[in-house]
């Protein structure tokens, strides 16, 4: 009865375990599932509400930005006054900015787009993002988990697949023929006038002539180098007759990046400012590279090259007379100064009018004026000019300085020589100035040691500077995967060569503290090194002026890197030690280690005397770590009172000693590399661009720039392994995107009124207004993929919340038919127990009543 009472009352058929085992276990199982749904049910809600905020958030953020782009295309049209698209720059801005908020869109406390570090503010105000690229996930069964974010490294940085790359030379190219017809055509009263270049122009019409006889031009000779689809690099010249059309020079280009009659790799073209675009034919590829200067000799036989073909270095071309070079991309970063023997020449172009090519720029390729000194254009060891008769010395001299002395040495008289866009013009009615040059006829020179010509120079570039952060613009991307690179990253996996095997990296820089260094990455296959020159007696043969670059593997005996397992971030500490002037100190010199071999053999003979004369020998010129294992070293392995040692006992010191200068080299190198960051700090950024920063100051001493030492060598295939900071062409579509970099532009763009690249405006390599609104699809697309996305995760999860509930209630009825009572049968049963216990009572109570006399 009892045991029926508590069925009904708890309605459960049992209590405790040991009533009924088999049906303690089901009803535990069915509770655990019952449990496990419940909180899949939770769960799934709780992320569906996740998924449901950012859901509006991204259906704001579509809003935003089609009207940022009703502004963009409001902006593109060419009736709008310098005002008005300050106006329109000014509404992209607030835009902007309201997105950047959207990002930093919480829901109690958690951010949406922060990835898994949901109290990280995602985004700051400069479109930075700080969050990570993790999921959340949420329990919808057991083993089963559904993400339900969109992490703000995805939406913001991320990458479409179905995207291709597509790079464009940014300077414009115009029809020279229609531009100077007075010189290049017979009609000599034809106008002047600014007609873009078209693909069905020729080349005489893009390189330009000297006189109105195709007859007797010389072939133009075009140096391409850049990275193809597969990540190789290369370095090719292309020779063109002029009368060939410009699209034969597009085809070549194509060619050059392995496009065949039967298979394409990419698409070559030229758009309608005369600019050429080189797409990628590969989706969601974002390895292609270009870089692209012509040179035409103007004095060479019609039909040949003559001068301008200088495929081992295209630094000859300067010293060449005559040499015209015809620029396609233009930068603003710094270049790396030619060498001192380089010349400026004159170019008549027209009747007593000459101009001393190339433009005065300075090392950040700003146009010269009048008042800029000359120390600022030349290299350093150049000090003094020559022209004429005249040896002009630069130290404290302007340009108007040099423009006075010309017009004194040529006697022009006063404000013949005037100076426009960085360029020198003569003006000479009399031709004293062309007659003086003849004589001279080798060079044509006028000086010597001017700085490289921008679009020469494609990637001895310098790190541009902003502050106490210098950024290389050259991402660094995976050859096998089209990823961008990280720390762990191996360089032979980015390099456009199979194997760096031999290959040298140069590294001119300015240290923190101001001093100016050279250096050469060595990488080879057994001991990859880094040298310098610290003392300036011209060789690396000076103690700690080489040093090996050490792996990770911590042991003495093998700390070597090899050139193909030298990772970015070894090279990441190179730079740091290099820039900050903190270089490891290597463990012994030639001396010392002659000495130590002889202090060796001398305690294995049992020597004393020449034992400790060529110990202290031995530890000079070391630091006090390194003369500390080399001490241990020695008496580790030596046996003084056993002259008659074995060969074993030698072999055994001498491998005590490698383990203690192994040791003590490590160390030496480890203390350098953790000193150095202390102060700069080397990593490559979201999108595998290098990025050095000085934390000792608010605006850094330091310059840097790095580049392949073939760098110049157009003979074929890998000619240039790595390049960090390229003048290459303008990237105006990528699989990535980084939208708040990207929309940045755009608004700068607006602001400049520049409807397409402009290689004149300030900023030459900002993509204009035509290219932004292409990019901005793209951003916009790719937003609804990430609606889509987290609409397709939100219909999962309501599912998800659905079918628990659903199978909650399913098992709750299996469990009840498991343990549960019934009522109806569990009361008649009751009944049936107190009926028998009542009669029970009234058996016993009639029993109790009988005695004897009963039975008497």
Known sequence: MYSVNQQIDTKLKIQNSYEN??????????????????????????????????????????????????????????????????????????IRDYLVN?????????????????????????????????????????????????????????????????????????????????????????TSSKVFLKDTDTIRDLVGDKNNVSTDDPKAVFYLSGKKSDGKTFSTTIEMDTSSKVSDLLQSIGNAYGNTATNKLVDVSMNARGQIEVKDLKSGNQLLEMNIFGAVDRSA?????????????????????????????????????????????SVGLSAGTFAIDFPLQNVSNSNMTSTTLLSGIFPSDVDHLDFGATSFSIAGKTV???????????????????????????????????ASLQPKNVNNAIAHGEALPDAMNYSRRGFEKDGNTLTGNVSQVVKSTSDFATASTKLVDVAGVDSLN?????????????????????????NTTFSIDLDGDGNTTDPNETFSIYNGSGDPLNLNTTADNMTYQQLNDLISMATSGTLPKQGVSTTAQTAINNAIAFGVAGNAANLATQTALAKTGVSTETASYIQKAIDAGIIRDNPASS??????????????????????????????????????????KMTIKDKTASESKIDFTMYDASATNFTGVGSTALTFMANNSVTISNPSIDMFKQLDEMIAAVRSGNFRMDSTSDDPRNIGMQ?????????????????????????????????????????????NSVIGVDTAEAYLELQSLQTSYQAMLSTMASINKMSLLDYM
Do not use: C, W
């Not at 599932?33 to 991204?58: C, R």
């Not at 057991?142 to 993400?147: D, I, K, Q």
């Not at 081992?312 to 060498?339: C, G, H, Q, R, W």
């Not at 699809?777 to 939100?794: E, P, R």
């Open 647 to 688: 060969a074993a006992q030698v072999a055994q010191a001498t491998l005590d000693y490698n383990n203690a200068i192994g040791n003590a080299n490590l160390a030496e190198y480890n203390y350098a590399v953790s000193t150095a960051k202390n102060s700069v700090e080397v990593n490559l950024d979201y999108q595998g």
């Open 21 to 94: 085992t088999s049906v303690y276990i089901d009803a535990m199982r069915l509770n655990n599932e019952i449990e496990t749904l419940q909180q899949s049910s939770d769960s799934s809600s709780k992320a569906k509400t996740f998924a449901d905020n950012t859901d509006t958030a991204l259906t704001s953020f579509s809003e935003k930005l089609d009207q940022f782009k009703s502004k963009l295309n409001q902006a593109s049209t060419s009736s709008n006054s310098p005002t008005s698209l300050q106006a329109l720059a000014n509404d992209m801005q607030g």
């Open 400 to 434: 108007q300085d040099l423009m006075t002395a010309i017009e004194t040495e040529y006697g022009l008289g006063a404000g013949n020589v005037t100076l426009s866009g960085g360029r020198m013009y003569v003006n000479d009615p009399t031709n004293t100035f062309s």
């Open 102 to 190: 959207l990002a930093n869109t919480s829901i109690n406390g958690q951010f949406l787009f922060s990835g898994s570090a949901l109290s990280q503010k995602p985004v700051n105000s400069d479109g930075t993002y700080n969050g990570n690229a993790e999921s959340l996930t949420a329990m919808v069964g057991s083993g089963v988990e559904l993400p339900y974010n969109i992490s703000g490294q995805s939406l913001f940085l991320g990458k479409d697949t179905d995207y291709n790359r597509i790079v464009s030379t940014n300077v414009t190219m115009y029809n020279q023929s229609k531009l100077n017809p007075s010189i290049m055509t017979a009609d000599q009263n034809a």
């Open 771 to 815: 290219n932004a609104i292409t990019q901005l699809d793209h951003i916009a697309d790719h937003v609804t993929k990430a609606q889509t996305k987290i609409g397709a995760l939100t219909n999962a999860l309501s599912d998800a919340n659905t079918r628990s509930e659903m199978l909650s209630v399913n098992v709750k009825t299996v469990q």
């Open 502 to 526: 031999g290959k040298q990296m140069v590294l001119n820089y300015t240290d923190k503290n101001g001093n100016k260094r050279t250096g050469t990455l060595n990488l080879d296959t057994t």
């Open 301 to 345: 036989l019609p039909g040949t090259t003559g001068n301008a073909k200088q495929i081992m270095n295209v630094d000859n071309l300067l010293t060449k007379p005559n040499i015209d070079i015809i620029a396609f991309n233009k930068s603003n970063y710094e270049t790396t100064a030619s060498n001192s023997d380089l010349t400026m020449r």
